[in-house]
């Protein structure tokens, strides 16, 4: 289907693709490739772009949003004492306190985009069991159709044991998002993605290419215990990859992207059918034991109130609301996020080392006028 369609007079949401995958896997470039791709539809449709990698030198794109322009990640190590890989990770948990913001900024344009391009950092992790990973995913996701790109390395994958690596990695971010998943080959003008199609449709040929491959039986020719390991897991996988939808794309020469664009709206369907439905249950579920714990504490609270009045009439009398003093203690230390192309940007860096706790640990440094 051709991106563009979806620019109607009744316009769809646009649909937000959030990118992950290992390092080195392409992300970058297939952001950059799928942006090309969308600007080059008749009429042209440029994506809204974020980069959420914090210590990436060079984006070959330019992001509307830039996490970049907001935590300054070498301060982040400096100040937290930290190595690259949990530097990365603090930064972003210090840029998900501002997500509503984020959000805000992308809502604004959603009329005027088909789709909103998220580019994460390789450190994996952060959607394996990060709480930042889950915040970010699930406040794009209650905003608008989401899907995942898992983004694979297709010539360093050709390993059995890689492969099913790779695999369970984005087994456990779908089962931890719940999202419509593609799981997207890259780099096919090296290595074509057929042989990893026939891997996951049916799992003896993976178990056959599992057995011929070296160092998986011992010195008496008995399978190791990471073949075994392999062959019980291949059989758990079979019930994963029924779920996903996969495609082969080369983000260098541009082969294979409309293929993920198809994938992409047939996500859209799956998230309105699927995920939708389940979101505003939780929804639901949630006002509702909302609604009931603040009615019990409220009756709790004037149940006190009485006692505390029947048997303090004059400090009942005192105890009265004041309009005059009202919004005299309001801490309004709002650091914001904004639109690269709208106008101000502020950076966040931490306080002192040993004083932070939460983004009220962060003060704006620096401001830079666009
Ligand atoms: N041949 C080939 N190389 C690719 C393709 N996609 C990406 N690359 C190369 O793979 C390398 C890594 O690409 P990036 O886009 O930086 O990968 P990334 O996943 O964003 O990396 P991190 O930011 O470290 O997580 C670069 O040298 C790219 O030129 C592709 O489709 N084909």
Same mark, same amino acid.
């Given at each position: 289907?051709?991106?563009?369609?979806?620019?109607?007079?009744?316009?769809?949401?646009?649909?937000?693709?959030?990118?992950?995958?290992?390092?080195?896997?392409?992300?970058?470039?297939?952001?950059?490739?799928?942006?090309?791709?969308?600007?080059?539809?008749?009429?042209?449709?440029?994506?809204?772009?974020?980069?959420?990698?914090?210590?990436?030198?060079?984006?070959?794109?330019?992001?509307?949003?830039?996490?970049?322009?907001?935590?300054?990640?070498?301060?982040?190590?400096?100040?937290?004492?930290?190595?690259?890989?949990?530097?990365?990770?603090?930064?972003?948990?210090?840029?998900?306190?501002?997500?509503?913001?984020?959000?805000?900024? @992308?809502?604004?344009?959603?009329?005027? +985009?088909?789709?909103? #391009?998220? &580019? /994460? $950092?390789?450190?994996?992790?952060?959607? !394996?069991?990060?709480?930042?990973?889950?915040?970010?995913?699930?406040? @794009?996701?209650?905003?608008?159709?989401? +899907?995942?790109?898992? #983004?694979? &390395? /297709? $010539?360093?994958?050709?390993?059995?044991? !890689?492969?099913?690596?790779?695999?369970?990695?984005?087994?456990?971010?779908?089962?931890?998002?719940?999202?419509?998943?593609?799981?997207?080959?890259?780099? /096919?003008?090296?290595?074509?993605?057929?042989?990893?199609?026939?891997?996951?449709?049916?799992?003896?040929?993976?178990?056959?290419?599992?057995?011929?491959?070296?160092?998986?039986?011992?010195?008496?020719?008995?399978?190791?215990?990471?073949?075994?390991?392999?062959?019980?897991?291949?059989?758990?996988?079979?019930?994963?990859?029924?779920?996903?939808?996969?495609?082969?794309?080369?983000?260098?020469?541009?082969?294979?992207?409309?293929?993920?664009?198809?994938?992409?709206?047939?996500?859209?369907?799956?998230?309105?059918?699927?995920?939708?439905?389940?979101?505003?249950?939780?929804?639901?579920?949630?006002?509702?034991?909302?609604?009931?714990?603040?009615?019990?504490?409220?009756?709790?609270?004037?149940?006190?109130?009485?006692?505390?009045?029947?048997?303090?009439?004059?400090?009942?009398?005192?105890?009265?609301?004041?309009?005059?003093?009202?919004?005299?203690?309001?801490?309004?230390?709002?650091?914001?996020?904004?639109?690269?192309?709208?106008?101000?940007?502020?950076?966040?860096?931490?306080?002192?080392?040993?004083?932070?706790?939460?983004?009220?640990?962060?003060?704006?440094?620096?401001?830079?006028?666009?």
């Amino acid at each position: 289907m051709d991106p563009s369609a979806s620019s109607s007079s009744s316009k769809k949401k646009p649909v937000a693709i959030i990118t992950i995958g290992m390092a080195g896997a392409g992300k970058s470039t297939f952001v950059q490739r799928i942006n090309s791709y969308l600007h080059s539809q008749d009429p042209p449709a440029p994506p809204y772009i974020l980069n959420l990698d914090p210590a990436v030198t060079h984006v070959p794109f330019e992001a509307n949003i830039d996490i970049r322009d907001t935590v300054n990640y070498p301060e982040v190590m400096k100040q937290y004492n930290l190595g690259p890989n949990g530097g990365i990770l603090t930064a972003l948990n210090l840029f998900t306190t501002k997500f509503d913001q984020v959000l805000g900024l @992308v809502e604004k344009r959603a009329e005027e +985009v088909d789709y909103v #391009i998220l &580019d /994460t $950092p390789g450190q994996i992790e952060i959607f !394996t069991w990060s709480a930042s990973g889950a915040i970010i995913t699930d406040a @794009v996701a209650s905003s608008l159709p989401t +899907v995942v790109a898992y #983004i694979i &390395d /297709t $010539p360093r994958t050709t390993a059995p044991a !890689t492969f099913m690596s790779n695999m369970l990695y984005a087994c456990s971010i779908l089962y931890k998002t719940k999202l419509p998943f593609i799981l997207v080959f890259n780099k /096919t003008d090296v290595q074509p993605h057929e042989f990893a199609l026939e891997w996951m449709h049916d799992f003896e040929l993976f178990q056959a290419a599992l057995a011929s491959h070296s160092g998986t039986h011992d010195s008496e020719g008995e399978p190791t215990y990471m073949n075994s390991l392999m062959n019980s897991m291949s059989l758990v996988l079979d019930e994963f990859y029924k779920h996903l939808k996969a495609v082969g794309v080369s983000s260098m020469t541009g082969d294979g992207i409309k293929e993920f664009f198809d994938a992409v709206e047939a996500s859209r369907e799956e998230y309105e059918k699927e995920y939708l439905p389940e979101l505003e249950r939780a929804r639901a579920q949630r006002e509702k034991t909302l609604q009931a714990a603040k009615e019990d504490s409220m009756n709790r609270l004037m149940k006190d109130l009485e006692i505390d009045r029947a048997k303090n009439p004059h400090g009942a009398l005192a105890d009265r609301w004041d309009p005059e003093n009202e919004g005299e203690d309001e801490d309004d230390g709002n650091i914001n996020i904004v639109d690269r192309s709208k106008s101000l940007v502020i950076v966040m860096t931490p306080t002192p080392a040993g004083q932070v706790s939460s983004v009220k640990g962060c003060v704006p440094s620096l401001i830079i006028v666009c």
